[in-house]
């Protein structure tokens, strides 16, 4: 097991070599410059070529690329252009709020989805079934955007609830902190609620129809024990595979999420960073959310051994 | 008016803390507020981002500053002297000025932000081939010396569009294309740099130290007196989300309100929408005078011949003909340079005669590339009508449809359209920027030197160079009217009207004026 982890840990380095290489090549080629944007309407061609300079944009591809990953070797992800400020902090800044919404975001899915999905299982073809089907279409089918207006327009503005926008970091407490994240949360979570119910069920509708389940219910074990303690934990590996893969779906959703509350997250910061061409922002950005995605891979690898002890590694 | 979170909250704060205490002891006043744009860099000479000049406002001082009637008066300064033969100008700075660090602000200082400055800031560059020097006489006095008269110096050094602000000496002797990092200055009002997370919050604290010239305020001129203790920036990209933070009272001060949203703010009792800004920002049509088929003047007049641009101003700021006004000239209307010589091809407002003098003018189906950016939202309402009435005059058209950062490079290319070039692309600018020939950027006729799209006019040039030099108001007219005509003759750009950007505040905000630019100095918060 340990042996498996290490092979898995190293193996991330030619990954995130692959994804530098790529994500290097790709901002290089893409359109746009930097140094215009700095300069400004107003600006001469010299002036903009300066800036350029300064910035040293105008050194060669390979130059630019050996002095980018030379410093990402010595753990230096570089300054952002624009601000001035080293892109670890800017990511410090920014890794609390997006870290925040999808921890509050998976607790919420993953407590409301699979129970969801289980009762439709458990009650296929009932009304029961049917609404929660219908749910799943409906989280599907709406984005996240209409979803998070929705909710600000009844539970900020109408209601007076909740806060429209905004982040409150942990440190200020868990309330402030919470309610900041309950309506985004919700927006977020209907696609991955959705995701995740639908699976759940077709996995439990499978597994209930194997022999030990009728033979657990020959037993006289209770309902409650026969889905949760026997068919789920059975069902679990497709649905922990879901998980894992909604994860990128939280990262993508979260740029959308944060613009419609205004929370300073990750993905905002890489959207901002996009708009103005502040490469070394870009960069870093897409470095980590590569390597967070490959460790939760891993972290998803290994949870298959806990639920299934056939798997070894 | 307290909404039902804001007595929770306060019922919940009172059971653990008295209340927010600002160190001097009194209740600490923040106003909040949601910038035009993300705060990305504190260096104003660096960047032309209005939104840094905006926080360049707060944290420096000027020299001189342009007032509500756009007149300049002393601001840091005492006042200045001309010399008999206009060959020397000295200004004295006003005692008891101090940098946020403690540290006196001394003439050396002054010269070192005015050399810094002038490296970069376009109307002083048109200026510096006459100053020989700029020197410290002592600790208060400074001095131009100047090879010939030079009668705009004081406005340049007082302008708004790229306002001359002064730093401590050992920051402004920075290379005028390296960013600084510190953000020391003068003003009213200090940077919190510990507090600054680009893209979500900026914060300043109120100078106690600062001593306000005496005097109201008047336009960026007069006292300049912080009333508030800390002001905090939010930035909030989504228009509708800053629309309910308004609503809310989640925060007081919206700088640009979206216009399709101004009448969800106007029924709200508890928030006032007003026109704070003292001039319009201005919309243009940039044709390519490099490439076919805008290298023709006559297509270009006959695109200029369907123009209406009312058609514009609805698609950016709305049916309401408050909210926008027709200028048919070049410069700034209701300023002293405003006419309409040669403007009459501009109130045609046909497509018939249009296309009529399409034909006339040789078109032979040429594509024309329209660039326009998505994620600005006026410029891309102003690109897509002009896409609809080019294609109505039965031009070929093909919409490039992209992001900001793509068009200011896209618009650098001199190639040809099929070689990823480009036909016409729109901006906008504040009327200010258009108001005098010497920083009149769309006016410009210098070929290969001029803003995008390149237009080679010698006879503008001339002209350009003779008002710089006269000191008559009458001939200053008399140059702007040809200046006009002859612009629109070449029409290399198409004016589009204006229209008013207002503001948005909580009414318990008080002690907004109009100004030229926006500054939070003299605001309150009840």
């Not at chain 1, 030619?14 to 300069?39: E, H, N, Q, T």
């Not at chain 2, 003003?187 to 306000?212: C, D, H, L, M, T």
């Not at chain 2, 007049?301 to 123009?307: F, K, L, S, T």
């Amino acid at each position: 097991m340990f042996a498996y982890v290490v092979r898995r840990v190293l193996a991330t380095i030619p990954v995130m070599a692959i994804v530098a290489l790529f994500v290097f090549s790709l901002l290089y080629i893409a359109p746009g410059d930097p140094a215009a944007v700095i300069a400004g309407d107003q600006a001469t061609p010299d002036d903009v070529e300066r800036i350029r300079a300064s910035l040293g944009l105008d050194r060669p591809y390979l130059v630019r690329f050996g002095a980018w990953v030379w410093d990402i070797m010595r753990g230096d992800l570089g300054v952002s252009i624009f601000t001035n400020l080293p892109v670890s902090t800017m990511i410090r800044q920014r890794i609390e709020p997006t870290l925040s919404l999808m921890v509050v975001t998976l607790i919420l899915a993953v407590s409301i989805a699979v129970p969801m999905g289980v009762v439709a299982a458990w009650r296929q073809g009932t009304w029961i079934d049917r609404a929660v089907m219908a749910f799943a279409v409906l989280g599907f089918s709406v984005p996240v955007f209409v979803v998070g207006y929705v909710l600000a327009y009844f539970f900020a503005l109408e209601w007076d609830l909740l806060p429209v926008q905004g982040y409150t970091p942990f440190a200020r407490g868990f309330w402030p902190w919470l309610e900041n994240l309950i309506l985004p949360a919700i927006a977020l979570g209907s696609v991955y609620i959705a995701l995740i119910a639908r699976i759940t069920r077709a996995t439990m509708l499978e597994v209930l129809q194997q022999d030990y389940i009728r033979t657990a219910r020959a037993k006289g074990l209770n309902q409650g024990g026969i889905l949760f303690l026997h068919a789920l934990k059975n069902a679990a590996v497709p649905i922990i595979t879901v998980i894992g893969i909604g994860i990128a779906l939280l990262i993508g959703g979260a740029v959308v999420t944060e613009s419609v509350f205004a929370i300073p997250g990750l993905g905002r910061l890489t959207v901002d960073a996009i708009l103005r061409r502040d490469y070394p922002v870009i960069q870093g950005v897409v470095l980590l959310f590569s390597f967070v995605y490959v460790l939760v891979n891993l972290a998803i690898d290994l949870a298959y051994t806990l639920f299934d002890p056939r798997i070894r590694y | 008016m307290i909404g039902r979170r804001g007595v929770l909250a306060a019922s919940a704060a009172a059971m653990v803390a008295p209340s927010v205490v600002s160190a001097q002891g009194g209740v600490e006043r923040t106003l909040r507020v949601i910038p035009q744009a993300n705060l990305t860099s504190v260096d104003p000479v660096w960047t032309t981002a209005v939104v840094t000049r905006n926080h360049a406002f707060m944290i420096y001082d000027q020299i001189c500053a342009q007032d509500s009637k756009g007149e300049i008066q002393p601001q840091m300064a005492e006042g200045w002297t001309i010399a008999d033969d206009q060959l020397s100008w000295t200004f004295t700075l006003r005692e008891g000025l101090a940098f946020h660090d403690g540290e006196r602000v001394l003439a050396k200082d002054a010269v070192a932000s005015i050399k810094r400055w002038a490296r970069r800031d376009p109307f002083m560059q048109v200026l510096i081939g006459n100053v020989a020097e700029v020197e410290a006489l002592d600790d208060r006095r400074f001095r131009f010396r100047l090879h010939r008269p030079v009668p705009l110096l004081s406005m340049a050094l007082g302008q708004t569009q790229f306002p001359c602000f002064v730093m401590p000496e050992r920051i402004a002797s920075t290379d005028a294309f390296t960013q600084i990092r510190e953000t020391v200055g003068s003003g009213p009002f200090r940077f919190i740099a510990g507090e600054w997370n680009p893209g979500q919050r900026a914060v300043w604290a109120k100078n106690e130290r600062y001593v306000p010239r005496q005097g109201a305020v008047d336009g960026l001129a007069g006292g300049r007196v912080p009333k508030i203790d800390r002001i905090e920036w939010t930035i909030i990209t989504d228009p509708a989300t800053s629309a309910n933070a308004m609503s809310q009272g989640e925060q007081d001060y919206w700088e640009y309100p979206l216009h399709d949203l101004l009448p969800l703010l106007r029924r709200n009792r508890e928030v006032v929408v007003q026109q704070r800004l003292l001039d319009g920002t201005y919309g243009v049509c940039r044709f390519n005078t490099l490439q076919p088929p805008f290298n023709n003047p006559a297509i270009r007049r006959a695109v200029a011949m369907a123009v209406d641009q009312r058609d514009y101003l609805r698609a950016v700021a709305g049916e309401d003909p408050a909210g926008w006004g027709v200028c048919e000239g070049v410069f700034t209307c209701g300023t002293a340079l405003a006419n309409e010589s040669g403007s009459e091809i501009l109130k045609t407002r046909s497509i018939e005669r249009a296309k009529q003098a399409l034909v006339a003018a040789g078109y032979k189906g040429e594509k024309v590339v329209l660039i326009a950016p998505g994620d600005y939202p006026q410029i891309n309402a102003l690109s897509l009508v002009t896409a609809d009435l080019l294609q109505r005059i039965g031009m070929n058209v093909e919409f490039v449809s992209t992001d900001w950062g793509t068009l200011i490079q896209r618009r650098a290319s001199k190639e040809p359209v099929e070689r990823g070039g480009w036909s016409v692309f729109h901006t906008t600018s504040s009327g200010q920027a258009l108001s005098l020939p010497v920083y009149h950027l769309f006016l410009r006729a210098n070929a290969a030197s001029a803003w995008f799209g390149w237009p080679d006019e010698p006879a503008i040039e001339q002209l350009r160079r003779e008002w710089v030099q006269t000191g008559d108001p009458a001939e200053s007219r008399r140059i702007a009217e040809q200046l006009n005509a002859k612009a629109l003759e070449s029409m290399y750009y198409i004016p589009l009207g204006f229209y008013w950007q207002p503001s948005a505040w909580r009414r318990n905000v008080t002690g907004v004026f109009r100004a030229p630019a926006t500054v939070f100095w003299n605001i309150g918060k009840g």
